[in-house]
């Protein structure tokens, strides 16, 4: 079944403990990219990769970092947790053709206290 | 790329025909008009797409009017399962890093 698997579902942490939450797609997407969900500000994106080794900044992409060491996977690095990182994020993959359409995951709630 | 303003809300009974309003004046030539949408706190479900055409596929319609400048997405026959919040974007996608801005959408609540 073609999809993209986040891991964990739900995470709590302490301020300044660094975390990865992973990110993994079966679909041979070249493009992956990584989204935060806050309410009333909708999905803003954090960081992108058009493929291997290529990664840039999203919107929002300030206390965060990635790597695409391979083309399944997109881990998303919080070296120092803040408070305001509590959110719900999610990773999401397309193809690299014009309008294709983007798969996501489920979902890691995150919460930082 | 052009933003889009959706009601904040919408109620549709079951059975009946669900239909979405989106403005999208600013649209430009090669901005392509998706929609997605979110049920609970999930990913978001990728629904259909458009250049200036209507479409139809197996989930929804999209009626885009003629200029361009609005479109509705229409589910024919809404079940409780479609109570979501939906997306509508528009991108140019142009193959590059398309950043598709997702806004906070029209959160539809299908009744019984």
């Known amino acids: 079944e073609a999809q993209v698997t986040q891991n964990p579902r739900y995470l709590i942490t302490v301020t300044g403990k660094k975390l990865t939450v992973t990110c993994s797609q079966n679909?041979?997407?070249?493009?992956m990219s990584w989204y935060r969900q806050d309410p009333g500000l909708g999905l803003r994106q954090i960081y992108y990769?058009?493929?291997?080794?290529?990664?840039d900044k999203g919107d929002v992409p300030e206390g965060y970092k990635v790597s695409r060491k391979e083309k399944r996977n997109f881990p998303l690095i919080l070296e120092s947790p803040s408070p305001n990182q509590t959110s719900l994020y999610f990773c999401?993959?397309?193809?690299?053709?014009?309008?294709?359409?983007?798969?996501f995951g489920s979902g890691t709630q995150l919460s930082v206290l | 790329d052009a933003k889009t303003t959706q009601p904040t809300s919408m109620d549709c009974a079951e059975g009946r025909a669900a239909n979405l309003p989106c403005n999208h004046s600013?649209?430009?030539?090669?901005?392509?008009v998706y929609w997605y949408r979110q049920i609970h706190s999930q990913g978001p479900q990728y629904i259909i797409h458009?250049?200036?055409n209507n479409e139809t596929n197996e989930m929804a319609s999209l009626i885009i009017t003629e200029d361009r400048k609005s479109s509705t997405l229409i589910l024919p026959h809404a079940t409780l399962r479609d109570t979501a919040v939906y997306y509508c974007?528009?991108?140019?996608?142009?193959?590059?890093?398309?950043?598709?801005?997702f806004g906070t959408g029209t959160r539809l609540t299908v009744i019984p």
């Open positions: 999401a993959s397309r193809d690299r053709g014009t309008n294709e359409k983007l798969f």
């Open positions: 679909m041979n997407h070249e493009y």
């Open positions: 990769s058009m493929n291997v080794e290529v990664t």
């Open positions: 600013t649209i430009s030539g090669n901005e392509y």
């Open positions: 458009g250049l200036k």
């Open positions: 974007i528009v991108s140019s996608d142009s193959g590059g890093a398309n950043n598709l801005f």
